[in-house]
Protein backbone atom coordinates (compact mmCIF):
# COMPACT_ATOMS: atom_id res chain seq x y z
CA UNK A 1 0.00 0.00 0.00
CA UNK A 2 1.18 3.67 -0.73
CA UNK A 3 1.55 5.84 1.49
CA UNK A 4 1.67 9.63 1.01
CA UNK A 5 3.19 12.18 3.53
CA UNK A 6 2.61 15.51 3.81
CA UNK A 7 4.75 18.06 5.15
CA UNK A 8 6.02 22.15 5.06
CA UNK A 9 3.05 23.44 6.57
CA UNK A 10 3.25 26.58 9.14
CA UNK A 11 2.17 30.03 10.33
CA UNK A 12 2.72 32.44 7.93
CA UNK A 13 1.65 35.89 7.24
CA UNK A 14 -0.01 37.26 4.64
CA UNK A 15 2.50 37.92 1.10
CA UNK A 16 4.78 35.49 2.27
CA UNK A 17 5.41 31.78 1.23
CA UNK A 18 5.89 28.16 2.00
CA UNK A 19 6.48 25.16 -0.22
CA UNK A 20 4.64 21.60 0.67
CA UNK A 21 5.66 17.93 -0.03
CA UNK A 22 4.23 14.81 -0.52
CA UNK A 23 6.63 11.86 -0.13
CA UNK A 24 5.41 8.68 -1.34
CA UNK A 25 6.46 5.76 0.20
CA UNK A 26 6.78 3.94 -2.68
CA UNK A 27 8.38 4.81 -6.21
CA UNK A 28 5.69 5.08 -8.82
CA UNK A 29 3.80 7.89 -8.46
CA UNK A 30 6.00 9.81 -11.83
CA UNK A 31 2.72 6.93 -13.73
CA UNK A 32 -0.05 8.93 -11.99
CA UNK A 33 -1.46 12.40 -11.80
CA UNK A 34 -0.66 13.67 -8.31
CA UNK A 35 -3.23 16.32 -6.84
CA UNK A 36 -2.94 18.84 -3.83
CA UNK A 37 -6.55 20.06 -1.88
CA UNK A 38 -7.28 21.78 0.64
CA UNK A 39 -10.11 22.07 3.14
CA UNK A 40 -10.63 25.43 5.52
CA UNK A 41 -13.21 25.26 8.37
CA UNK A 42 -16.58 24.52 8.05
CA UNK A 43 -15.65 24.11 4.25
CA UNK A 44 -15.97 21.13 1.82
CA UNK A 45 -12.51 19.95 0.68
CA UNK A 46 -11.89 21.33 -2.40
CA UNK A 47 -9.29 20.38 -5.67
CA UNK A 48 -6.19 22.99 -5.35
CA UNK A 49 -3.86 22.20 -8.18
CA UNK A 50 -2.91 18.74 -9.67
CA UNK A 51 0.08 17.58 -12.26
CA UNK A 52 -0.12 14.94 -14.53
CA UNK A 53 2.51 12.23 -15.63
CA UNK A 54 3.49 14.54 -18.38
CA UNK A 55 4.19 17.59 -16.44
CA UNK A 56 0.98 19.30 -17.92
CA UNK A 57 -0.79 21.49 -14.67
CA UNK A 58 -3.83 22.23 -13.40
CA UNK A 59 -4.93 25.15 -10.81
CA UNK A 60 -8.07 26.79 -9.45
CA UNK A 61 -8.57 30.10 -10.48
CA UNK A 62 -7.96 31.50 -6.55
CA UNK A 63 -4.46 30.38 -7.00
CA UNK A 64 -3.52 30.57 -9.94
CA UNK A 65 -0.34 32.60 -10.78
CA UNK A 66 0.59 32.40 -6.96
CA UNK A 67 1.12 28.31 -6.63
CA UNK A 68 3.36 26.40 -8.40
CA UNK A 69 2.63 22.70 -8.29
CA UNK A 70 5.71 20.03 -9.22
CA UNK A 71 7.37 16.34 -8.63
CA UNK A 72 10.92 15.34 -8.80
CA UNK A 73 10.22 11.56 -9.76
CA UNK A 74 13.83 10.55 -8.95
CA UNK A 75 12.80 11.72 -4.96
CA UNK A 76 8.99 10.47 -5.46
CA UNK A 77 7.55 13.80 -3.88
CA UNK A 78 5.01 16.51 -5.25
CA UNK A 79 5.76 19.54 -4.35
CA UNK A 80 3.22 22.72 -4.58
CA UNK A 81 5.20 26.17 -3.68
CA UNK A 82 2.67 28.89 -2.55
CA UNK A 83 3.78 33.03 -3.00
CA UNK A 84 1.90 35.96 -2.52
CA UNK A 85 -0.50 33.92 0.94
CA UNK A 86 -3.38 35.04 1.45
CA UNK A 87 -5.57 34.60 4.73
CA UNK A 88 -8.18 32.67 2.79
CA UNK A 89 -5.52 29.78 1.90
CA UNK A 90 -5.82 29.03 5.49
CA UNK A 91 -6.58 25.68 5.15
CA UNK A 92 -5.51 21.94 6.20
CA UNK A 93 -3.34 20.83 2.44
CA UNK A 94 -3.77 17.13 1.81
CA UNK A 95 -2.24 15.21 -1.46
CA UNK A 96 -4.03 12.79 -3.33
CA UNK A 97 -3.06 9.79 -5.35
CA UNK A 98 -6.33 9.72 -7.45
CA UNK A 99 -5.91 6.72 -9.22
CA UNK A 100 -5.90 4.63 -6.08
CA UNK A 101 -8.25 7.23 -4.00
CA UNK A 102 -4.78 7.29 -1.48
CA UNK A 103 -4.61 10.58 0.68
CA UNK A 104 -1.72 11.82 2.65
CA UNK A 105 -2.59 12.97 6.30
CA UNK A 106 -2.61 16.52 5.44
CA UNK A 107 -0.66 19.22 6.71
CA UNK A 108 -1.73 22.94 8.17
CA UNK A 109 -1.36 26.27 6.97
CA UNK A 110 -2.34 29.25 8.57
CA UNK A 111 -2.00 32.48 7.18
CA UNK A 112 -2.02 35.04 9.32
CA UNK A 113 -3.44 39.32 8.25
Known amino acids: QVQLMESGGGLVQAGGSLRLSCAAS????????MNWYRQAPGKQRESVAS???????YYRDSVQGRFTISRDNAKNTVYLQMNNLKPEDTAVYYCKLSVLNIWGQGTQVTVSS
Open 51 to 57: ISSDGST
Open 26 to 33: RGFISRYP
